[in-house]
């Protein structure tokens, strides 16, 4: 089992950066993909970014390309570099993680709390 706790939420301006990190809990962290989502008011939860075991291959949505950057260390960190936010990308972000890395949020075991972001214009 995992436990994570997600951190590095706030209030920036529009073009500026945020850093939020994922902290697992378990001795099996290094078993698992993990992955952020977001959602937004009123919509669905989305993944951002995926990242595989040992950081071996990574995933962005099309919407994040170019600007934010998942890694991962060896002990029990997840991080995900945000940058050129945008007002879009306020949402509420969470850390997940599950065997294999998919883009569907239904197959994730294991879910953080959540840290609020918000990108004002």
């Known amino acids: 089992q995992v436990q994570l706790v997600e951190s590095g939420g706030g209030l920036v301006q529009a073009g500026g950066s945020l850093r939020l990190s994922c902290a697992a809990s378990?001795?099996?962290?290094?078993?698992?993909?993990m992955a952020w989502f977001r959602q937004a008011p009123g919509k669905e939860r989305e993944i951002v970014a995926g990242?595989?075991?040992?950081?071996?291959?990574t995933y962005y949505a099309d919407s994040v390309k170019g600007r934010f950057t998942i890694s991962r260390d060896a002990k029990n960190m997840t991080y995900l570099q945000m940058n050129s936010l945008k007002p879009e990308d306020t949402a509420v972000y969470y850390c997940?993680?599950?065997?294999?890395?998919?883009?569907?949020?239904?197959?994730?075991?294991?879910w953080g709390q959540g840290t609020q972001v918000t990108v004002s214009s």
């Open positions: 378990g001795r099996t962290y290094n078993a698992y993909s």
């Open positions: 997940a993680a599950d065997r294999r890395m998919t883009i569907d949020r239904n197959e994730y075991a294991y």
């Open positions: 990242i595989k075991r040992f950081g071996s291959s």
